[in-house]
């Protein structure tokens, strides 16, 4: 955010809102005292929200807000907590901000569907190929993570058949949304049979603060369920 000098200002507020008529004000950003510059980053947003912010002279004379500038975030990443249940976006793709690999070319990847669901109706899923092996991979946004900070993972999964076919999932992290970036495994859920929703949780330390990515991978053999 920029600004023009004002030549009787001792001292410059921001305030950054989520709404236009500034009522609802982000944390830190209200009467945010910057001093005596002509500009300053807002950062800690979250991605792809219209954020309005202003700004305000302090000093003789001074009492009138800046006009109001808008801009929506692009894809970031997000803080802790976050929740994702997939059921406000269309089926066939994924929501905004995931990335997915289908890493063995094949014609099927991961992508939002409203046939099996655990929360309302839509859930992420991943169909079978007859005759390759999936290796198929969908990423979460970056999540900003403290090191040394203990995380839960937290989610259901389910393959609706319980016959003698099995499906294998295993979640990784990494520093980047990309299979290369995946460098630690958080669980491997091997041979899942199951018609009905399984929960699974896992706890996870990061060793140091920053960006960190979650990706899931079907890795079943072809033709299962």
């Given amino acids: 955010l920029s600004w023009s000098a004002v030549a009787s200002a001792t001292d410059y507020v921001i305030d950054v809102a989520?709404?236009?008529?500034?009522?609802?004000?982000?944390?830190?950003?209200?009467?945010l005292s910057v001093g005596l510059v002509n500009t300053y980053s807002i950062t800690g947003l979250t991605p792809l929200v219209t954020y309005h912010s202003r700004v305000r002279p302090i000093g003789l004379g001074c009492s009138v807000n800046s006009a109001t500038v808008s801009v929506t975030t692009t894809?970031?990443?997000?803080?802790?907590?976050?929740?994702?249940?997939?059921d406000l976006f269309p089926t066939g793709g994924i929501p905004p901000c995931y990335t997915r690999d289908n890493a063995n070319a094949d014609a099927v990847q991961w992508q939002i569907q409203a046939v099996t669901f655990s929360s309302a109706s839509r859930s992420m899923h991943m169909a079978k190929s007859l005759t390759l092996n999936m290796d198929d991979w969908f990423f979460l946004p970056g999540l900003y993570?403290?090191?040394?900070?203990?995380?839960?993972?937290?989610?259901?999964?389910?393959?609706?058949n319980t016959s003698?076919?099995?499906?294998?999932?295993?979640?990784?992290?990494?520093?980047?949304?990309?299979v290369v970036a995946m460098t630690e495994t958080l669980i491997d859920l091997p041979n899942i049979n199951n018609n009905s929703f399984q929960i699974a949780v896992v706890d996870f330390i990061p060793v140091t603060t920053g960006v960190y990515?979650?990706?899931?991978?079907?890795?079943?053999?072809?033709?299962?369920t």
Avoid at 18 to 31: D, E, K, M, N
Wanted: a positive charge.
């Fill in 18 to 31: 989520t709404g236009a008529a500034f009522t609802s004000l982000v944390p830190g950003y209200s009467g």
């Fill in 75 to 86: 894809c970031g990443y997000y803080t802790i907590p976050y929740t994702q249940n997939f």
């Fill in 145 to 160: 993570l403290n090191g040394g900070t203990s995380y839960r993972l937290f989610f259901r999964y389910n393959t609706g």
């Fill in 164 to 178: 003698t076919l099995f499906e294998n999932l295993r979640v990784r992290l990494g520093n980047g949304a990309s």
């Fill in 213 to 224: 990515y979650l990706g899931f991978q079907g890795q079943s053999i072809a033709n299962q």
